[in-house]
C-alpha cells in the first residue's frame, strides 16, 4: 500500500510564496509521474503541474513563470514551489501519483491567498 502524506498549504498574502511538498510511504516498486492538482470550491478538480520519472515537467497555462514542480527520487517526494501567488489560486491542493501501475491520491493541502 502506497501512502501520500502532504503539507507546506497555508494562509498567505497575494504575492507570498508557498511550497508545497508530498512524500510518498509505503512498498513502492516502480514511481512514474508525480503530478499536482487543485479545486477550489464549487469548482472541479484541474491539473496544475506534472513531472516524469525522467524530471520532464509541464505546468498548466495558469501558473506558468510563478510555480515550479520538482521531485527528490531518493526521498519519493514531490514539490510544488508557488511563488507570486494570486487571490485565485485559492484551492485545496493535491498531489497524485503513478506508482506500481496505480494513481495514488493525497488527502490535499489548503491553500489560502488573502490579504
Known amino acids: 500500500q502506497v501512502q501520500l502524506v502532504e503539507s507546506g498549504g497555508g494562509l498567505v498574502q497575494p504575492g507570498g510564496s508557498l511550497r508545497l511538498s508530498c512524500a510518498l510511504s509505503?512498498?513502492?516498486?516502480?514511481?512514474?509521474?508525480m503530478n499536482w492538482f487543485r479545486q477550489a470550491p464549487g469548482k472541479q478538480r484541474d491539473w496544475v503541474a506534472t513531472i516524469t520519472s525522467e524530471g520532464a515537467t509541464a505546468l498548466a497555462d495558469s501558473v506558468k513563470g510563478r510555480f515550479t514542480i520538482s521531485r527528490d527520487n531518493a526521498e519519493n517526494t514531490v514539490f510544488l514551489q508557488m511563488n507570486s501567488l494570486k487571490p485565485e489560486d485559492t484551492a485545496v491542493y493535491y498531489c497524485r501519483v503513478t506508482a506500481n501501475g496505480y494513481f495514488y491520491w493525497g488527502q490535499g493541502t489548503q491553500v489560502t491567498v488573502s490579504s
Open positions: 509505503g512498498s513502492i516498486v516502480s514511481l512514474k509521474s
